[in-house]
């Protein structure tokens, strides 16, 4: 399994970026995935998640701002990013958990990651 971030960048607050996450040689039907961000100095969080059936889950930091998404044809997993705030600003992880359609937002128990992309917000 090889998972691929693109679409991060800098922007100001209350701009959006929307974030992929382009999967390969993954051919679970059922399974678990979510991107993570981590700023400096700070534990890796989890941000959204969604399973095989489109269940998706959020933190509350992001709720009503984030929407996460895929488009199975495409092996593509995404997030969409509307009113960003400085407090965003991280480094951006997709992570797989291919035995679950639990969705978990504890970064330690997702089997594959990317190897992430940055964004930066500037007040």
């Known amino acids: 399994v090889q998972l691929v971030e693109s679409g991060g960048g800098s922007v100001q607050a209350g701009g959006s970026l929307r974030l992929s996450c382009e999967a390969s040689?993954?051919?679970?039907?059922?399974?678990?995935m979510g991107w993570f961000r981590q700023a400096p100095g700070k534990e890796r969080e989890g941000v959204a998640t969604?399973?095989?059936?489109?269940?998706?889950s959020y933190a509350d930091s992001v709720k009503g701002r984030f929407t996460i998404s895929q488009d199975n044809a495409k092996n593509t997993l995404y997030l969409q990013m509307n009113s960003l705030k400085p407090e965003d600003t991280a480094m951006y992880y997709c992570?797989?958990?291919?035995?679950?359609?639990?969705?978990?937002?504890?970064?330690?128990?997702?089997?594959?990651w990317g190897q992430g992309t940055q964004v930066t917000v500037s007040s």
């Open positions: 969604i399973n095989s059936d489109g269940g998706t």
């Open positions: 040689r993954f051919t679970y039907s059922r399974y678990c």
């Open positions: 992570a797989a958990d291919p035995y679950t359609m639990i969705c978990s937002s504890r970064y330690d128990l997702y089997n594959y």
